[in-house]
């Protein structure tokens, strides 16, 4: 079977008949038939002149705003030329030949049009087919764009500003895609705004500031954020699109949503805490930013630490860029800030400690007076600066002198624990009638040193009373010439005469049981100064003397059946019951420190010179001849 034509031959006929018939058919309309109503009922020439609907579509909202306000000036696209005439239209047959020429052009432009939309449905069946028009106008546009004077190169969309400097046009978000063959419009693609601080603490001054580092406005209809804490399972609401409705943030600029109401876009009472995660999305529902803190689950590559009270976490300003760092990681891109709400982050700067000047001081706290020769020095030393770190007490030193003397110092003491102040103490041991003076210096940890204080005239005085010192148990005979040819002699080893009324003598045996010699009712007599007083056993039933001594008894045992012996002790009381003295010998069951040996028989044990260590086998020897003296002697 013989084909004559072949598909794609019979499609170029085709479509080459179809130009053939267009192109006629407009020619005889315009220079042969001056009707003018052929061509207001031409549906085919209305056709070719409506708007492409889809363009608006792939202009800026702003530039699309201004085609329809002026098309809202024009007549629309289906008024025919007839009806047009009188609104202004020219009708073809009164046209100029320069008019009828320039309509010529147009119908020819529309008809290329037509033969490269031909050509290419060609091209697309059959690929090898070659156009040499499209080649030719490709070429010719690379031509154009190669000039100095084109007008594609020279000329760019800009923001309509007449008389002042033009400015580049910056269009809002745009379409990802034109209308698709089978539905509507691709989503929006929206420009990133940045989480950029947040504080969480105090909970009244809570904020989480947003900021939009595009250079042109957007709208945050649609916007919200979401938050999600350190246990929970998905994020929650935290501002919601309604909060954010008609709200917009200008370019280069910031946006405030906060608890506390002052310079605030929006007061919310806000839920925020240590650990949380924060995301913000646009109306398509894509994470523009997200920020976790402290042990958060969610966040960008490292969370950032958390804010501490007072402070916040801010994004960091790069100030060689002018911008803010955006690196995906927000242990990088956040660092603890002073809170700066809506006004450029800044770092916190831990402020410099201020500097301790100040010495420690010194207090006394003593009466000028003491009535005992042993006393207790209190006193108080205090640093006054302690707002500083570090502070507190490092060491002193105590110093003393008696009267007109040199000053005596103590050794350098540590404050332990560096207190901030300290009450101390120091023991001292003075004698009669003395003056003393005291002082103390001290220094704190940051090395600043008192000077000696109290200052010299106001020193504290110190004046030591006489105080009575004990009446001592000086020599004790058990056994002499008989058995109970025995005595107790004492010595007063103060400067004044001591009153003996309602003193009291006694003994312990070896097995501990105790009695009276003297007793308290019984107990007269004065012993002197320094002087000595006698005691000793009663006369027999028949009067003679036990006591075979030449010196005369001060005093007699209470009783004729008392007398002492061998391993006993001898303790002497005064009116108050308190022990003034005791002497233990032998095996005694009570002594100071350790027994003195037995008195031998005829002879007696006596103080060595007055002395007095508590210690009755070192304060005690043996004399072969006693000497027994009373208080006249």
Do not use: C
Request: negative net charge; hydrophobic residues 35%; without cysteine.
């Amino acid at each position: 079977m013989i084909r004559l034509f072949t598909k794609k031959q019979f499609f170029a006929f085709w479509a080459s008949s179809i130009i053939t018939f267009v192109s006629g058919f407009f020619v005889w309309n315009i220079f042969i038939n001056s009707d003018s109503a052929l061509l207001n009922q031409s549906k085919i020439f209305t056709a070719s002149i409506l708007p492409v609907p889809e363009v608006k579509n792939i202009i800026p909202a702003t530039e699309s705003e201004q085609i329809e306000a002026a098309n809202q000036d024009s007549p629309p696209a289906s008024v025919n030329l007839a009806d047009s005439a009188g609104a202004g239209m020219q009708n073809p047959v009164a046209m100029t030949e320069q008019e009828k020429q320039d309509l010529l052009d147009d119908i020819s432009e529309k008809i290329d049009i037509i033969k490269q939309q031909v050509l290419l449905l060609q091209q697309q069946q059959n690929p090898d087919i070659k156009n040499p028009d499209l080649n030719d106008d490709k070429k010719l546009e690379d031509d154009e764009n190669k000039k100095p004077d084109n007008n594609l190169n020279n000329f760019e969309l800009q923001t309509s500003a007449p008389k002042v400097e033009n400015i580049t046009y910056v269009p809002p978000p745009v379409f990802s895609g034109g209308s698709g063959g089978g539905g509507g419009s691709a989503p929006v693609v929206y420009h990133k705004i940045l989480i950029s601080e947040a504080q969480i603490s105090p909970i009244g001054q809570r904020f989480v500031e947003l900021y939009n580092p595009n250079n042109s406005e957007i709208d945050l209809t649609g916007w919200y954020l979401q938050r999600k804490t350190e246990t929970g399972s998905e994020y929650a609401s935290f501002v919601t699109k309604n909060d954010l409705l008609g709200k917009k943030i200008n370019a280069n600029d910031y946006f405030l949503i906060s608890k506390l109401g002052v310079s605030a876009d929006i007061t919310l009472d806000l839920t925020l805490t240590e650990n949380n995660s924060l995301v913000l999305k646009n109306p398509n529902g894509e994470v523009s930013d997200k920020l976790g803190f402290g042990s958060a689950q969610d966040f960008e590559l490292s969370p950032a630490i958390n804010p501490e009270d007072n402070k916040s976490i801010g994004r960091k300003f790069d100030e060689n860029t002018q911008n803010y760092f955006d690196t995906d990681n927000n242990f990088t891109d956040f660092e603890l800030d002073a809170p700066t709400p809506k006004t450029q982050n800044t770092a916190y700067v831990e402020p410099p400690a201020p500097v301790d000047t100040t010495p420690p001081e010194v207090s006394f706290n003593l009466n000028p007076t003491q009535n005992n020769l042993n006393f207790t020095i209190n006193f108080t030393i205090a640093d006054p600066i302690d707002t500083v770190t570090p502070s507190g007490l490092a060491s002193y030193v105590f110093q003393w002198k008696e009267d007109v003397s040199d000053w005596q110092q103590d050794l350098p003491a540590e404050a332990s624990g560096s207190p901030s102040s300290a009450d101390l103490t120091r023991d001292f041991t003075g004698e009669d009638g003395k003056t003393y003076y005291f002082q103390v210096k001290a220094t704190d940890v940051v090395g600043n040193v008192s000077n000696w204080l109290p200052e010299t005239s106001a020193t504290t005085k110190i004046i030591v009373p006489v105080v009575a010192k004990s009446i001592l148990i000086n020599e004790i005979q058990t056994e002499g010439q008989t058995a109970r040819d025995e005595f107790i002699e004492f010595y007063n080893p103060n400067n004044f005469d001591v009153d003996l009324a309602a003193f009291s003598l006694k003994k312990k045996t070896s097995s501990g049981n105790e009695s009276n010699l003297v007793s308290s009712a019984n107990f007269s007599g004065t012993i002197l100064a320094l002087g000595y007083f006698l005691i000793v056993s009663q006369n027999n039933e028949d009067g003679t003397p036990n006591y075979t001594g030449s010196a005369t008894p001060d005093l007699y045992y209470s009783g004729k059946s008392y007398s002492i012996a061998s391993n006993n002790a001898v303790l002497f009381y005064d009116k108050n019951d308190n022990l003034q003295d005791k002497v233990g010998f032998g095996d005694a069951s009570d002594f100071e420190t350790a027994p003195v040996v037995n008195p031998p028989e005829v002879k007696s044990i006596a103080r060595t010179s007055g002395i007095d260590t508590n210690d009755n086998s070192q304060d005690f020897i043996i004399l072969d001849t006693p000497t027994p003296t009373n208080s006249s002697q």
